[in-house]
């Protein structure tokens, strides 16, 4: 006989697939509505699946969708956290169909937001229904969709804080993050935290024509280019004094572990067209891309980008710089840090503003814990093989607050592939991981329940 989510999963996906119609962009001010339209959808189908007292709890910001099903306070609570904001599109004519205008091509969904992370919500809202028709809950469950996680989550944090009661809980279960591959199951194990910051960089007090001026002034986009290079040495270390004093550095052991999960340099270049690999000297590229800080630049502007050419040297030079920081990094610290260096390293010609933007702490997630064994025996069960503890490159801001705040812990039960392309063109979700999502959910809530109630 056919399980309930064999004969669902079409109706599964096209309530999904409705979902991703809605362009629930929080960066971009011109899609509120819709954002409010995305909550709006959410708390419908919560409601529907058996979720109770759903709410749409008011923020400064965008609404938190809540609600819960306690079926007994004695027993556990799993407190399920993810968002339903979305990254924006652009830029929309790389998409190979509309990004708020779902496909599934290949077993594959191709939408903005397909696997972060409405796509992996989705999953949760799913999971839920089938344990209700399977005869309940095993345990109490809290839901808390935010919608400005993609912004940096600043009106969560407050609400955390104020309401520390009502999402009282044993654990945090998230979905928004992802595995290695189809066939090899992996569980994150840790996040990077963020320092983002804007800098502006001011030489003359106009736009100037370069024959005129050019050579005896500082010409700002040449002088932040120069800054910006000097960020890293030869061996792509950062140069920022201080940066790297409370990195915590893993031991040969730990490093030897991290080695064994699978990976190819050959295929990671190939993967996103690249010729050659490059990082910090003495890191590898797993490692490079978890258990290491870094710097970059997400965007650079200033001068005549028109058509054609135009001879002129620009008054004002901008970039955007964030860090990808590890433990016991702050961001706090490391903005500090990164503010007076940058604007120690400005010549006399030229002043610097830097302006910091959202941050976010890193963590890592216990391995030894009921909940993380709750949830590698549960994809060991639906994937045949015992997934990977791996740490993750990505940043959700509210991890780390859910532990100072709340005092849980955070399971990353993420099905998302670093192939899906989240916060670019064509981002997709297979079809595969949104059901094998709402296969294994279940599994962990059934083997977390009975660990605890032991
Ligand atoms: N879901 C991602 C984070 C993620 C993706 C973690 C894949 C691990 C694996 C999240 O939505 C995200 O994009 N976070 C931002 C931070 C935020 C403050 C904008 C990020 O990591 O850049
Ligand atoms: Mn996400
Ligand atoms: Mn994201």
Not at 157 to 186: H, Q, Y
Not at 312 to 318: G, Q, R, T
């Amino acid at each position: 006989m056919a399980s309930y989510l064999e004969s669902n999963q079409e109706r599964f996906l096209s309530e999904l697939l409705d979902w991703l119609r809605i362009p629930s962009v929080s960066a971009d001010p011109k899609f509120h509505g819709d954002v409010l339209r995305a909550a709006e959808y959410l708390k419908t189908r919560l409601e529907e699946v058996g979720i109770e007292n759903v709410e749409l709890c008011q923020t400064a910001g965008n609404p938190i969708v809540y609600g819960e099903k306690i079926i007994d306070p004695s027993l556990p609570t799993v407190l399920v956290y993810g968002h339903y904001d979305v990254q924006p599109a652009d830029p929309y004519e790389l998409w190979t169909s509309g990004p708020f205008d779902p496909v599934i091509k290949d077993g594959k969904i191709y939408a903005r937001g397909a696997c972060d992370d409405k796509g992996q919500v989705y999953m949760h809202v799913k999971a839920f229904e089938v344990l209700m028709q399977e005869g309940g809950v095993p345990c109490n469950v809290k839901v808390m969709i935010e919608g400005e996680e993609e912004i940096g989550s600043n009106n969560l944090g407050i609400f955390v804080r104020e309401n520390k009661e009502k999402l009282k809980a044993d654990v945090i279960l998230i979905s928004d993050t992802g595995m290695i591959a189809n066939d090899t199951p992996s569980i994150e194990v840790g996040l990077r935290g963020l320092s983002y910051h804007e800098v502006e960089v001011t030489g003359p007090n106009r736009d100037l024509h370069s024959g005129l001026y050019g050579g005896a002034v500082a010409n700002p986009i040449n002088i932040l280019c120069k800054m910006i290079a000097s960020l890293h040495d030869e061996n792509n270390h950062i140069t920022i004094p201080g940066f790297y004093d409370n990195v915590d550095e893993l031991s040969a052991e730990e490093r030897a572990e991290m080695a064994k999960a699978p990976h190819s340099d050959d295929e990671f270049k190939q993967s996103i067209g690249l010729t050659d690999i490059h990082g910090e000297k003495g890191y590898s590229t797993p490692e490079r891309v978890s258990i290491r800080p870094t710097l970059d630049v997400n965007g650079i502007w200033g001068g005549y980008t028109g058509e054609g050419a135009k001879t002129v040297i620009a008054s004002k030079a901008y970039a955007k710089i964030s860090m990808r920081l590890v433990p016991h990094q702050t961001s706090d610290e490391i903005t500090a840090l990164f503010q007076k260096h940058f604007e120690s390293i400005a010549p006399a010609s030229v002043t610097v503003k830097v302006k910091p933007h959202h941050g976010g702490e890193p963590v890592v997630t216990p391995t030894d814990s009921v909940a993380y064994k709750a949830a590698a025996d549960a994809m060991e069960t639906t994937f045949g093989k015992r997934p990977i503890p791996t740490r993750g490159g990505g940043s959700i801001p509210i991890v780390a607050m859910f532990k100072s705040e709340l005092g849980l812990d955070t399971v990353l039960l993420g099905f998302g592939l670093d192939s899906d392309a989240i916060h670019s063109p064509n981002e997709h979700y297979g079809v595969f991981n949104f059901l094998k999502g709402i296969e294994t959910i279940p599994h962990f809530y059934r083997n977390y329940a009975a660990a605890m109630v032991k």
